[in-house]
């Protein structure tokens, strides 16, 4: 039996030595002919060596904040560095894609009260920190309605060393990977995203072509000016535009030269049309919805693309569209199929049909009020008791509902429906 064991052992080591041996010749003249063709061969790394992504994080994960910088001549945008407590990397991110934060207000009789509000990263990638850019929001001039609670909780007592409760990057408005030009458009606090868009590439595809048309009322509104117009001078492939709706006299009586162009008008198609070469750009717009509901069917109109544009908007908004998103196919077809959908609360019975857009716009457009943060199923802020019906997912959420309840924000009604609001 030994024997026997051993002469198996000794034809398997011969067997390994030959296939060895072929493949070691067959390598050799794979190098002797790359050396003849000059082709460069490259070894493959050691598997330690190789870089290890860290993983999203679930829930929410204490950050303090580093650093604290005000960003605009009128000390009203302030960024805030955040670092982990636990000191571990943190994963990357999708330039575009925001944190989204539940925060400890102060209440006016006492206590504290949670608040879940999302901020839009406003820099590259970095394993250290994130960096989110915020505008203090002030109180509606001639309404009831009290100044932003979050955004004036962050500028007034968030300081140096405070810990924020937060969760991982998500969001699916980012810069596709792709080496198509692009083209920026942000309107007033809505550039934080397309900052981290703009630094991210620069960062990771210096030579990809960009430009950024930056619209605000007047200088004094400009967020990291300077920073932006180092990026323009540093970069020939960044094209700088600032778009002045409304510039005071001290902006009229400058006269810049280099790389930032300055226009004194809103950011238009117009405008698009006049200075953009003809090629495949891809659009990246965020800002308020007045700008979205103007740029978007013009850009559509002068024959751009559906998958070529891309937007956010900050705060509440219904974009019309050329065509109608396609509907999922559970959901109904048709007028004569019309759901209809009840806000229990709000006592109200209105159909909805294909095209209409997601629960969230649908109760907006109907002047029913829904508490809401990132609009994409990411903060879990819309989540809404069903009392009574189903619905269809728009796309897959990364916040996870609890059982009986859906996110409005990427849903729509698959049957007939009641919700508790």
């Known amino acids: 039996m030994f024997w026997i064991t051993g002469g198996v ?3 398997l080591a011969l067997y390994g030595c030959i296939v ?4 070691w010749q067959a390598y050799r003249a794979l190098r002797n002919v790359a050396a003849e063709f000059d082709i460069a061969v490259n070894a493959e790394p050691e598997p330690e060596l190789m870089p290890t992504a860290s993983a999203a994080w679930a829930g929410y994960r204490t950050f303090h904040v580093e650093r604290k910088v005000v960003e605009d001549a009128s000390a009203q945008v302030c960024s805030f560095y955040l670092v982990p407590e636990d000191k571990k990397p943190l994963p990357a991110f999708l330039p575009g894609q925001f944190l989204t934060f539940m925060l400890d207000i102060p209440s006016p ?9 999302c901020y839009s990263l406003s820099d590259a990638p970095h394993p250290s920190h994130y960096r989110i850019t915020v505008k203090r929001t002030p109180a509606p001039l001639g309404s009831p309605f009290p100044p932003g609670q979050s955004s004036n909780y962050l500028h007034d007592q968030v300081e140096v060393g405070s810990q924020l409760q937060v969760r991982a990057p998500a969001g699916h408005f980012y810069l596709e990977p792709s080496d198509a030009p692009v083209v920026l458009i942000g309107g007033g606090i809505g550039i934080t995203p397309l900052l981290s868009m703009l630094n991210g590439c620069l960062t990771a595809q210096p030579g990809r072509e960009l ?16 920073q932006l117009q180092a990026l ?6 960044f094209h700088l535009h600032l778009c002045l709706s409304n510039p005071l006299a001290y902006d009229l009586d400058r006269h810049r030269s280099g790389p930032v162009h300055t226009h004194h008008s809103r950011v238009d198609v117009a405008l698009l049309r006049r200075l953009l070469p003809l090629k495949p750009y891809h659009f990246y717009i965020c800002g308020p919805t007045p700008l979205l509901q103007s740029l978007v069917p013009a850009l559509e109109d002068w024959g751009v693309p559906d998958g070529r544009i891309h937007f956010e908007a900050f ?8 065509k109608p998103v396609s509907a999922t196919p559970d959901t109904p077809h048709g007028d004569d199929n019309a759901v209809e959908v009840s806000f229990a ?5 209105v159909p909805w049909q294909p095209g209409m857009g997601s629960l969230l716009d649908f109760a907006e457009g109907h002047g029913i009020a829904v508490s809401s943060g990132c609009r994409s199923g990411a903060c879990g802020t819309c989540q809404t008791r069903i009392r009574t019906g189903e619905v269809v997912y728009t796309q ?4 996870d509902p609890e059982p009986g309840s859906c996110l409005l924000c990427v849903c729509t009604p698959k049957t007939a429906l009641t919700l508790e609001v």
């Open 9 to 11: 052992l000794l034809q």
């Open 20 to 23: 060895f041996w072929r493949h």
């Open 109 to 117: 009789t006492g206590g504290t009260h949670s608040v879940i509000r």
């Open 211 to 226: 430009w950024l048309f930056y619209g605000v009322r007047n200088r004094a509104e400009l967020v990291m000016a300077a």
């Open 232 to 237: 323009a001078a540093q970069h020939a492939n």
């Open 315 to 322: 705060g509440p908004a219904s974009i019309p569209r050329k």
């Open 345 to 349: 609360r709000s006592g109200r019975q």
């Open 396 to 399: 897959a959420p990364d916040f």
